[in-house]
């Protein structure tokens, strides 16, 4: 199946991009996702329109995002999570509740799916979570998981 990527998939490409996938790869994920459309003749007005797009929001975005880096590295996040008597999380911390505790705490809307947690939290303490502004600048923030 050939498809046009309207948004970056991992391992596969990033929006503007043609693809050929397996059939139920791009019937069951990437179209009812909106992560793809399907491939025509007529939507290759759509694939220079989201080129142009892109390549304007580049350059853009970089020194955007730089300044981005620098407030949620400053900021002070905690997330609140319901802990045993030993310390342990019940559950772990996931990508969503730090996107809302980063709101939360004055900072800029960030996507659950551009936080990068290395390996699960599942205790209270200072974490260090990644978030992936663009492919160029990932910020570091410091996440304090405290019992609620």
């Known amino acids: 199946m050939k498809l046009i990527l309207t948004a970056a998939v991992d391992h596969l490409g990033i929006a503007g991009d ?5 059939d139920g790869y791009g019937r069951n994920y990437l179209l009812p996702r909106g992560f793809a459309i399907r491939w025509t003749r007529g939507a290759e007005k759509q694939i220079e329109g989201i080129n142009r797009a892109r390549e304007a929001r580049t350059v853009r975005d970089n ?4 300044e981005l880096r620098t407030q949620l590295e400053g900021l002070e996040v905690q997330v609140p999570a319901r802990v045993s008597d030993e310390g342990k999380l019940f559950g772990a911390v996931t990508a969503a509740d730090i996107a809302s505790a980063i709101k939360k705490a004055n900072g800029p809307a960030v996507d659950r799916r551009n936080v990068v947690i290395s390996k699960p939290i599942k205790t209270v303490g200072e974490h260090k979570v990644g978030v992936k502004l663009t492919d160029a600048v990932t910020a570091h923030v410091p996440v304090k998981v405290v019992a609620a």
């Open 63 to 66: 020194e955007h995002a730089s």
């Open 18 to 22: 043609i693809v050929e996938v397996k």
